[in-house]
């Protein structure tokens, strides 16, 4: 398999025929099975919108009012290049509220898609958004994936309830704006793999658009890992890309490369997870004053 993170850059386009243009251009760049975009890159629908400033909430609503042209957009490129396309993530409007979601398509155009469980206080507080009520696998011709957008994968039972249900392959969209944020989410993806033994995929925004506040500077660098052990990178990382470098990330490789480390590695953190639940809390509290 041929996976492809692309750090991407949201731009203002004229309509979807340039902005079909400009995808087609990254996907056959990427040559993947599976092209992974980062969080909130459907964004770059609302830029289509006539009004060029607004407050986050205006953001959020003119991203979800173009979510659906979004989807369809990348069906469409999914077809046309036969490949499967996590198409980012951005705002969805339900009954319960709007939503941060990820779409992962596949190259017949289905639809399957993660809501963010976890929102950060930006997300609470200043978009007004409203979190996920349940954690998906999707099962796919590549195998069963899991999605962790950008602080769900900071959450630990989070991946590990999605590993159990048959997830091999995690896929990271983030978006953070300062170096410390992208740090989070970069080690977290790491140490996501090293607990349950698996493939993980991290891919970020990137770029500034300034006159929109949610996503007005992102940075990030996109990153392939593994759990370090037999036959593996010995710091896990798979592949790297630059910090904010727009290049596609690409690993080739078996999925079951990585996770072989759960029946022959040195250590087996996914076989031993429970262990940790026989120690019954809290803490016993030694003085050494």
Request: charged share 20%; net charge negative; proline share 8%.
């Amino acid at each position: 398999m041929r996976i492809a993170a692309l750090p991407y850059a949201c731009t203002r386009q004229p309509g979807w025929v340039a902005h079909e243009t400009k995808l087609s251009a990254l996907l056959e760049a990427a040559a993947a099975d599976l092209v992974v975009l980062p969080e909130y890159a459907a964004l770059e629908a609302a830029l289509m919108s006539d009004p060029t400033t607004g407050t986050p909430v205006d953001w959020r609503d003119r991203g979800a009012y173009r979510a659906d042209e979004w989807v369809a957009q990348f069906q469409m490129l999914a077809q046309k290049h036969g490949c499967h396309i996590l198409a980012g993530s951005g705002p969805v409007a339900t009954e319960r509220g709007v939503v941060n979601r990820a779409w992962l398509i596949s190259p017949k155009g289905g639809v399957a898609h993660q809501d963010k469980i976890i929102l950060t206080p930006y997300e609470r507080d200043t978009m007004q958004m409203t979190p996920g009520e349940a954690l998906h696998v999707i099962d796919t011709a590549l195998g069963r994936i899991g999605i962790l957008i950008c602080y769900d994968s900071e959450f630990p039972l989070l991946a590990r309830a999605q590993v159990e249900a048959g997830a091999d392959l995690l896929l990271v969209p983030s978006c953070t704006e300062l170096p410390a944020g992208q740090t989070r989410v970069r080690q977290s993806a790491r140490a996501r793999a090293i607990e349950n033994q698996c493939l993980v995929v991290q891919v970020p925004l990137i770029g500034a658009v300034l006159e929109c506040d949610i996503i007005d500077h992102s940075t990030g660098r996109a990153g392939v890992f593994a759990p370090p052990d037999h036959g593996l990178p010995p710091d896990g990382i798979l592949t790297q890309g630059e910090t904010d470098s727009p290049a596609p990330v690409v690993w080739e490789g078996e999925v079951t490369s990585v996770t072989a480390a759960r029946h022959s590695g040195q250590v087996g953190n996914f076989a031993h997870w429970t262990e940790q639940f026989q120690v019954t809390p809290p803490p016993k509290i030694v003085d050494l004053a």
